[in-house]
């Protein structure tokens, strides 16, 4: 067995959860207005406190700097 077999489970399961975050950021915050989008934030604050695997809680660090206003 390869490094590469053992990481492409973790490669897909990272961007699967990746494409569901931004499916979910994006289409809040393309239906909202500027007072909703703030609420961003505090969505992928909560979610990264929720969140056990580092690589996710990276992620979602990353999406709350994003819609730090």
């Known amino acids: 067995m390869k490094l ?3 990481l492409d489970p973790l490669r897909v399961e990272m961007e699967g959860f990746i ?8 289409s809040i915050f393309s239906e909202s207005s500027l007072g909703e989008e ?3 934030y ?3 604050v909560e979610w990264e406190r929720l ?3 580092p690589l ?6 990353a999406v709350q700097k994003v819609f730090s206003f």
Not at 19 to 26: C, G, I, K, P, Q
Not at 56 to 61: C, E, F, G, Q, S
């Open 56 to 61: 996710k809680k990276a992620y979602l660090r």
């Open 19 to 26: 494409a569901h975050v931004d499916e979910e950021f994006l």
């Open 38 to 40: 703030m609420l961003l």
């Open 51 to 53: 969140e056990q695997e």
């Open 4 to 6: 590469i077999d053992m």
């Open 42 to 44: 505090d969505k992928a």
